[in-house]
């Protein structure tokens, strides 16, 4: 299988190298190639590749891909080529594990089988060995005892032949002797023999020749007694014999074998249990019958053994002769032999093969056969009759390949001893064990072989082997085979994962490359953004030079006008990508600064009513007064957040109204008319569940700095949004209806903006479901109010100033929120939507006092009015404050002049305040002025508006109580300039808060606006003052220098700062003034300094008033420091070290009190009290690093020489160490704040009014 | 030379300067802070800056050539001229004070020494800008014509 895998895919290459296809051409792809040529060979090679690809699949299905590839084949060529490679790496590691396996298994079957039949066979062969050594010993004891019982009886046989021939030796009774010797030793030798059974024959020789024998025939059980003729012996003989036997023994011996041949033998049956004689005797040739052993067999006197054979008997025989000597022991008289028939051992030997198979056999050591376990026949006959067989000669095969092995194996050079142990001998084709003993006889050497075949003994074990083997190596096999499809299952499985975890891996990384590219794309955006704006920003500035210019003509400006706009424009919408792509990219970061958030949505609305009044649309401001005055956050992405909803809904809105609502979360539900509470309350309890989620991390947050929500609405009457874009129309690029974006344009980007910013600014906007048409955006912001900006600001009371409100305005929704709210704060007021009631409500109010007035038959006012207006009436002595829009006028015609007069009538008894629009010609402004109405504001009216007008008039009024007699034209004029500053004061909080929000084309030209509304009131100053081209905010410096006790601190501290120069007429009135009036002034300015302050940066004079001491030795930060500041409005004493700064505290405390004392002009009492309860600065700026005495130290003594007194000027770090720990250093050394240097203009304001603000 | 034309050379010189690093942003507001009452603004904070920086470079020489070099004293000078550089917006000196008081804590006289060079080249360019910039406003304001002011924000 393995192979096939491996060759499969090369034998396929080659054969698409040989069809000469293009790589990897697929079998469906083979229809295509229509050569004819090619078609049965492609067809060929189709089968081939459909087979090899099957088979490749089972394997890798990576690798049948390729070759199956489909119409996606390209996109995976890339990573086909890649898994090939991965392909082999795991047919490699599967390839080597299957080998490992194999291995494994094999040395196992191996060790099994091995330590199974070794053992085996060992301790088979170790019994076996028993068993054959047994065997053997066993016919050879036999033989050993056939062997001493011959030996015995043959001994007996001579001593008892000795003691019969001693006894008859005498030579007296010699025939009768003789013939009684005979007989004697016939008698002896029968109970011998009839003893032994196992006998064959007993011999006696004598000396003489005569022979006496007895012989056993076993096959026919006859016994027989054999003798020889008497006639020719004598004992006479037996002398000679003596003499002969001594001279020569080879003459005794001729004599005994010529005798024999010569003697007539006779046999004679005998009764084999009696021995009686049954026959008759009959002669035999000598030596034809049995072997006699004669004198030749002892040559030398001693026993003899050899094995003879018989012609009666088929087994050999083993005979033993002994010598017989005479009485004196000298001489031989006879011989005995004795012949056992080696037949019993032979019967032994077959019995134990009986029951043991196997062969066994003796041979003597010359390898005669003398004894086997079969029946084949132990002799040969030759023509000499029987004789003895050798061994290698023997008719049972297995003898003689045995006894022929043996011989090859050894030749004749057998081991010591004869013992051969032969396990595995192979003998005709079979397995046999051959073992050896040699028996040393001392006159007969014998051994003997047993062989046992091998199949006998381990028969069963080498087939039960060979089964094992068999059986382990199949099952070897099998367990190898299974292992393997294991093991490619396995591989599969895991390589299938290994293949998804690859895609998985390959698909993140794409998802992170994708990823990161879209990040790339933003920081890009955001990048580019910039660099775009730079320019852009040069290209606006050098457009503003170039309109200052004067020596454009009118053609040339408007056109520089027009590349302004669209510059603006242009700039306007990098600005939105900017912010999207800043924010997408996570580059934005809100700042926290605290800013007055009212003000900044009036100047949004101040401005954005301008492009309204053209649309005829209403913008209303409408916040509680629960919403904190300050609150910390970035001031400019919350106007951005208002600015793009309201330019929004103008954009949609072509009549109607806009309303900006805002409350504040803890106490709406209370305060609020209820219209709105279900809603609010529902989208309240989805707010707090949202709040819970993150309060954990909020928890520190507002423990710190009091988190506030703050709830907002912009409410419309445009076209509306389809519910079901309520969602998507905060998606960028996004717009309600795209068909409007060629009616109103946009890019669909601004609610974008504004959900993202709100988003993180920890809120939630979205589409609420109004009544009426239009659209509702809600939304809420999480913002953080200062610790110690949560105080109330100072509301007056209107209530008991007894003032009376007339709203004679146009827009109806502005109208009845202004007069909701003066309701709620307890003054009662009357609304008028046009002229007529107006002069109706006046009529009423005033009928008393105007009676000749020709409006009385208009009298019809409804009958809540007129409550309304008797309610009023009741009230003691009120002030009657109309605020009227200039639009209830009728413009158009002169009939305003008289519509002015007639209000003229009522100038004794009411206030007028005139809402005017920003386009207001100015012969209207100037009309109304001479007139006397010098409340003016534009439009829209708002709560810190109507403040204003309250305010100044009840001021007015107060005034005018006090110097009713005396300046009553001269504090009017007064009044007046302030009043006119209140005009120009919002107009100015116009341009301010367009800075920092350039999102209307309006806000965007701010500068040349500004420069426009800049010319205006400098006419009006001109009109009300006739002073030259002084501006305003120069004028309001001169009050405040021209208050004494600055001018005393000057004088003292001989300070060179260029006074600003005084305008002459200005010099004149100061110096005409009096006390009171001077009073006024300063009260009139405090008023703008408290409204200046709360507005932080935005304001330039902002720093009105206060006095600065300035210790900083670098020179040029000083002079920078010093501008600075007096730019603003501050005074400013500069000293050069710590030192200098220390001594002029103190030297001012010192110079304070020797003023008092003196009591040097007792004109300004009140004011020097009022100096000397408060420190002469109003705040040090003090450098750290000085010669002399450092910041650290000077400050040190300055708090040390406050100790007593209870004052604490507050002391501004300046430093160049940006560093955290400086900061706290100077912190800890009792300053109060901390600035680093380069000085932020906007930073420096912002912190030296926080601290001003707070000690005063 | 006529007055727009020298206006356009002014504008595009004070550009050029803010483009290489000379001038930043503070040099802006700066010259926002000079008006009718007092004119000159600029010019005499920027000469005060001059007659200062002389001074500290002048110590600064003195105190490096010490044998034994009081690197407080040193490091002092350098902050006052940081403070006051960065007061007019001298970027590129300010910079260079910045590297000076890092290697003045490592107490590395070798950089010190280095460093000074480098402020000092720093401080005579930006004068010699500074002082050309002035001469060409001078020129405009002797020809008749009125200083244009910058307003972008670099």
Redesign the interface.
Known sequence: MNVHTLLLPRFQKMAEKAFETPPRSSSESSPILASPMATPLRKVFNRISGFASSWGRKTAPRGGRIFHGDVEQEEFQYASTQCLSSYYSVFVARLAIMVMLAILIGLLTILTWHFTRIYTTRSLNTLAFGLRYELLQRPILRMWNILNSTSEITTAQVKLSEYVIKRYSKPTTQAEQVEQLYQMMKDVTWALFASRKALNAITINYKNGFVQAFHRDHRSNNTFYIYSDLANYSISTSESYNTKQLTSRQGWNDQFFHGNFSAIWYREPLDPVTGEKTGKALPIPPDDLINIAGPSQVPDGVASWHVAVSKYTDSPLLSAALPVRDASNRSIVAVVGVTTALYSVGQLMKELVEVHSGYIYLTSQEGYLLATSTNAPLLKNTTKGPKLMMAVDSEDHVIRMGAQWLQNAYGNKFPPGHVVHVEKANLGGQHYYIDSFFLNLKRLPMVGVIIIPRKYIMGKVDERALKTLVILISASICILVIGCVCILILTNGVSKEMKLRAELISHLDARRRAEASSNYKSQFLANMSHELR?PM??VI??L??LICDD?LTNEQYAMVTQIRKCSTALLRLLNNILDLSKVESGKLVLEETEFDLGRELEGLVDMFSVQCINHNVETVLDLSDDIPKLVRGDSARVVQVFANLISNSIKFTTSGHIILRGWCENSNVSSDSGKFSPDRKKSLSALRTKLKQHGNHMKKASKRDNKMILWFEVDDTGCGIDASKWESVFESFEQADPSTTRTHGGTGLGLCIVKTLVHKMGGEIKVVKKNGPGTLMRLFLLLSTPADGTEQHGQVDFAKHSVAVILALNGSMGRLIMSQWLSRNGVPTLEASEWNELTQILHELFHARTRNCGFDSHYSLNETLRSKVHSIQDMRNPVYIIVVDLGLLDLSTDIWKEQLNFLDKFSGQVKFAWMLNHDTSNAIKMELRRKGHILMVNKPLYKAKMLHILEAVIKERYVELQKRSTNGTKGTAKAGDSHECLEIDSSHFETCSSDDSDNSESGGTNSVSSVHTGDETREGTVKSSPSNCQTLKNCLVEFTHLGPEVNDLRAEEDQCN?R??LHDTEDAKSESSNSPEQHSVSSSTKDRDDSYTSKAANGQKSLEGLRILLAE?????Q??AT??LE?MGATVIAVGDGLQAVDALNCMLNGEEYRRDSSLQERRNRLQTEISDSPPYDLILM?C?MPKMDGYEATKAIRKSEAGTGWHIPIVALT?HAMSSDEAKCLEVGMDAYLT???D?KLMVSTILSLTKRSA | MEV?QMQGRL?DYT?SLFMEGFLDG?FL??QQ?Q?E??PD?VV???S??F??SEKLLNDLTMALDQKNVDFKKVD?HV??L???S????AQRVKNACIAFRNFCEEQNIEACLGCLQQVKQEYYLVKNKLETLFRLERQIVAAGGSI???????
Not at chain 1, 1113 to 1117: F, G, I, M, N, R
Not at chain 2, 86 to 89: A, F, N, V
């Open positions: 730079t920003a040069a500035g050098l503003d030079i020596c260029a600003p120069k030795d670098t020179p040029v930060l002079r920078v501008i600075m730019k450098d690093q160049a240097k380069p000085i203009y | 727009g504008v550009k503070q507001q700066l802070l008006d009452s007092n603004f005499e904070v920027v005060l800056f007659d200062d002092a902050h006052q940081k403070g006051s960065s007061s007019i917006g244009p002011l910058m307003e972008m924000g670099f």
